[in-house]
């Protein structure tokens, strides 16, 4: 079956950096867009990243351009989230999601549009 799986979380303080890796099994990961998004207590499930099958076409929210750096590796069946900067409205779980079909055009940022899910990581920014 097909299984994401996320590491990287962690505490880390304003200013500080993550980077989050996501291993996909269980899947022809080329042929899946990727995605990263996040929720916070009490809060709706939001885009954060995504990337289409290549690498070469990634999408961001604007809350996160300029700080964050979404990429994967094909060989390694990995998709990865770089978190620079970070600010405490960071501070959520982060989940990993595929989407069949590689072009990621319409609708990256719905999270109804993603197949499979991982279980996420916690980021926790301290001020």
């Known amino acids: 079956q097909v299984q994401l799986v996320e590491a990287g979380g962690g505490g880390v303080q304003t200013g500080g950096s993550l980077r989050l890796s996501c291993a996909a099994s269980?899947?022809?990961?080329?042929?899946?867009?990727m995605g990263w998004f996040r929720q916070a207590p009490g809060k709706e499930r939001e885009f954060v990243a995504a990337?289409?099958?290549?690498?070469?076409?990634?999408y961001y929210a604007d809350s996160v351009k300029g700080r964050f750096t979404i990429s994967r590796d094909n060989a390694k069946n990995m998709v990865y989230l770089q978190m620079n900067s970070l600010k405490p409205e960071d501070t959520a779980v982060y989940y990993c999601?595929?989407?069949?079909?590689?072009?990621?055009?319409?609708?990256?940022?719905?999270?109804?549009?993603?197949?499979?899910w991982g279980q996420g990581t916690q980021v926790t920014v301290s001020s």
């Open positions: 999601a595929a989407r069949r079909g590689g072009s990621i055009t319409y609708g990256y940022t719905e999270p109804r549009k993603y197949d499979y």
């Open positions: 269980g899947l022809t990961f080329s042929s899946y867009g």
């Open positions: 990337i289409n099958w290549s690498g070469s076409i990634p």
